[in-house]
């Protein structure tokens, strides 16, 4: 999701988006939804999803810096 699409969002009043940060899971997607966490994430609910188990949840939840309740096992 590049950041001008979030930012549309935003405007439209849209409460959370789902995402993998454009890859085919958050774990490789990871860099882009730190990104969007930092950028918009007061804004916007960054709910990361896709891929993520309890094997990697917990890295995931720290690199990105999303709370642990924005992750879609």
């Not at 930012?7 to 454009?22: H, Y």
């Not at 490789?28 to 709910?47: D, F, H, N, P, Y």
């Amino acid at each position: 999701m590049k950041k001008t699409a979030i930012n549309e969002l935003i405007k439209l009043n849209v409460n959370r988006v789902l995402t993998s940060g454009l890859k085919a899971t958050a774990i490789e997607g990871k860099e882009l939804i730190r990104s969007l966490q930092e950028t918009v994430g007061a804004k916007i609910e960054i709910l990361a999803g896709s891929g993520i188990n309890k094997d990697n949840a917990k890295d995931l939840i720290e690199y990105t810096k999303n709370k642990a309740d924005t992750f879609i096992l």
